[in-house]
């Protein structure tokens, strides 16, 4: 699609552009280039990519700057592989959730920007489960995992339970269904319901729904670290409205579990620019990411989250040493 000639000036803009932040002009582009070419000359195939949609000239300045498209080529095709000049600090082999959170802080303080782990999906088996009457037709539905994870949710029912109905549905759900996944359980009361008292068999029922919800959440788990790090991107403190919306995309999570699960299908490193597709519909982020593998099989995966205009090949660096050194402390905390 491009000559060389382009090709190294539309690389030159962009490097000049991540580590200025400042609309890249032709003099500019002429020094850096080192290209001995006219500033009209330059001026003519800079139009010539604003025409193809990999650059843009901002109202408020003569200069241009990369688009989703432009950063999408250039992460694609003109990246150099440098010598790893990251160092990272062994994460010792502990429990998953605190190896997780490590690593989220981890990707956080080596980037700069924002951390983000998808942690190991958990087993839905549970070991314990227990109704707290609440007040009046609300219950509290409290499920403990063989590993100690506790998930809590309040159940509003059409009946007001009595304290001695929530023994009897507790007592029966432990001794017959205990250390089973909740998936067991539900297809187990669908041909054992007719055996309970309906008030009992209603209540196990919406419990295990509340259950099946609880435990589907709980291994989805998302750790974000260094969110207040975007304070200090330019980029983003001078716009608030852009840095709302960053904070509303980690506040709710489940766009971000998505976007890591479509990471957790691919080899290697994954960048997803910002803007270029609804799987990240906020043009000032980008996120590079990466699966990261326990005994040879993926379980979860981490990333990056960053403004577009970051230094790809170093979070490329960070995330793939990353993923690697929590794939091994989670591989050695097994053993």
């Known amino acids: 699609m491009l000559d060389e000639r382009a090709r190294l000036l539309l690389k030159t803009l962009i490097e000049r552009y991540i580590a200025d932040g400042q609309p890249v002009g032709s003099r500019t582009l002429s020094r850096a280039s080192g290209l001995e070419l006219s500033a009209a000359t330059i001026r003519n195939v800079m139009s010539d990519l604003e025409g193809l949609g990999l650059i843009v000239s901002p109202h408020t300045s003569a200069g241009r700057v990369p688009t989703a498209r432009g950063y999408r080529l250039f992460v694609d095709t003109m990246l150099t592989a440098r010598q790893p000049e990251v160092q990272a600090p062994m994460l010792p082999a502990e429990p998953p959730r605190k190896v997780i959170a490590q690593a989220a802080h981890l990707l956080s303080d080596l980037s700069h920007f924002v951390g983000v782990v998808l942690a190991p999906r958990r087993s839905s088996v549970f070991r314990h489960i227990e ?34 109905e929530l023994i009897e549905a507790t007592n029966y759900l432990n001794a017959h269904y205990s250390g089973m996944t909740i998936e067991h359980v539900r297809a187990r009361l669908k041909t054992e319901v007719e055996q309970l008292r309906s008030e009992v068999a209603s209540l196990m029922q ?13 291994q989805s788990e998302v750790v974000i670290s260094g969110e207040r790090n975007l304070l200090s991107v330019s980029d983003f403190s001078s716009d608030m409205d852009q840095l709302r919306r960053a904070f509303d995309l980690f506040e709710q999570k489940a766009q971000l579990i998505r976007l890591l699960d479509m990471s957790s299908q691919a080899q290697g490193v994954r960048i997803f620019i910002g803007g270029e597709s609804q799987a990240v519909p906020f043009e000032e982020l980008s996120v590079v990411s990466a699966p990261y593998a326990v005994d040879g099989q993926v379980v979860g995966t981490l990333g990056v989250i960053g403004p577009t205009r970051m230094p790809y090949d170093r979070m490329i660096q960070i995330v793939d040493i990353t993923s690697r050194l929590v794939g091994n402390a989670l591989s050695q905390g097994k053993s």
């Not at 109704?131 to 059409?158: A, H, M, Y």
């Not at 295990?208 to 435990?215: D, P, R, S």
């Open 131 to 164: 109704f707290v009457r609440l007040s009046e037709k609300r219950l509290l539905l409290i499920i403990v995992t063989p590993d100690g994870d506790v998930q809590n949710r309040v159940l509003l029912t059409d009946t007001d339970y009595q304290p001695g």
């Open 206 to 218: 919406a419990a295990v729904q509340a259950g099946t919800e609880a435990m589907s959440q709980a």
